[in-house]
């Protein structure tokens, strides 16, 4: 396969991330917000554009106050992380650091200590310490109670529905970065695939997967690589285990990378042995026929219920009824691996009007007895007259 040059549409970081926090602002502005502060890794990456170590130990370590009064964020990266913030993005205006050493915030379990004055003074330099302000939604509760005592005239709030409105429509910058993450997913889905064989562990195929995303430029997967072999292949979905890949498996190689912050997502299956059966075939096509006609119902305007829908009918009419969804059948993409609008089914789900710079995912899957599983996934983004496939790795048993 003949894949896009990487290095065809660079990334403007800095455009990146004054966009996202355009965006930011004008919905702090319909709420009547006047700060909000960022503590998550997603949204830490959203609007600062910058990587932050990955994993628990780390997940409220780096924080962004975004003001109306200010054009970029007040960005306070953990200990030495301020070095590189300043190295990569000099543009920043106001790097303030968080201790690591002689507090109790970034330890496990986390407490308060001397942040909260560095916290504070910030809302005073913004002045927005009598004002509404909003936290982001996964902020450490004894953080956001310490906040509240130490600025009793100010009005806080939950900043996720700022967010996520925020984060819905992907700019032309971000566009840039998630096909990037597309390219370098497919490289590594499908060399996971050419590994897929009689006798080797899930856990091989998958280490696979994830040395090709590294090789070619990822930050990483967006978790362990999942590599779901045989019948009882729900047990994948916990991590790619020992279990030995055997003829006449089906396996799907499910997952995706980060570039830049934001992750692709798309999976493949395939079957180990030179006849699948009739029984296998037929359900494989099946599938692809479902996904190909969600694909072909997306543009401006379809509801994410109606996608489900679609799916769903054309799943049910080509397996003659034997296959049907569940209540999902995709999710939203971006620097979280699960955004909005999650596909589903209508009741199940909060429903979305799809729009032009929207990026999803659609994945029907079913499972075969005896067999496997079957789950046939790729990225979308919605353009203004339909859609652009984004992964186009070969559909194949």
Known sequence: MNYPDLEAERVDWKKLVELNVAKVKDEMQTEGVKALLACTPDNWRYVTGLPVPTGLAYYSTNLALVSDRRPLPIAFPLGDVSGYVQAVAPWFPDV??????????????????????????????????????????????????????????????????????????????????????????????????????????????????EHEFRAHGAEGPFGMPFVIAGDYPSLGLLGPTNKVIRSGDLVRVDSGCSYGGYFSDFSRSVFVGSCPGVEVQSAYQAVHGALTAGAGA??????????HR????????????????????????????????????????????????????????????????????????????????????????
């Open 298 to 307: 997306a543009r401006p305007g379809v509801k994410n219920t109606e996608l």
């Open 310 to 397: 679609i799916i769903n009918d054309a799943l049910k009419e080509l397996s003659k009824g034997r296959y049907e969804l569940g209540w999902f059948v995709g999710h939203g993409l971006g620097v979280g691996i699960h955004e909005d609008p999650m596909i589903g089914r209508e009741g199940m789900v909060e429903e979305f009007v799809m729009q032009a710079g929207m990026y999803f995912c659609l994945e029907p899957a079913i499972v075969v007895r005896g067999r496997g599983m079957i789950g046939l996934e790729d990225d979308y983004l919605i353009t203004d007259g339909g859609v652009e496939i984004l992964t186009h790795t070969e559909f194949c048993l």
């Open 96 to 209: 303030r650091p968080l201790p690591f050493h002689g507090t109790r915030e970034p330890l496990q379990p986390l407490g308060v200590g001397s942040w909260m004055d560095i916290l504070v003074t910030a809302f005073k330099d913004v002045r927005a310490e009598a004002e509404k302000i909003a936290l982001d939604p996964a902020m450490p509760f004894c953080w956001k109670d310490e906040l509240t005592r130490r600025l009793p005239r100010a009005n806080i709030v939950d900043g996720g529905n700022i967010l996520r409105r925020a984060r819905l429509v992907k700019n032309e910058e971000e566009r840039k970065a998630i096909r990037k993450a597309c390219v370098i997913g497919e490289i590594g889905i499908q060399a996971g695939l050419r590994a897929v064989q009689a006798g080797k562990t899930e856990a091989e195929v998958a280490a696979v997967v």
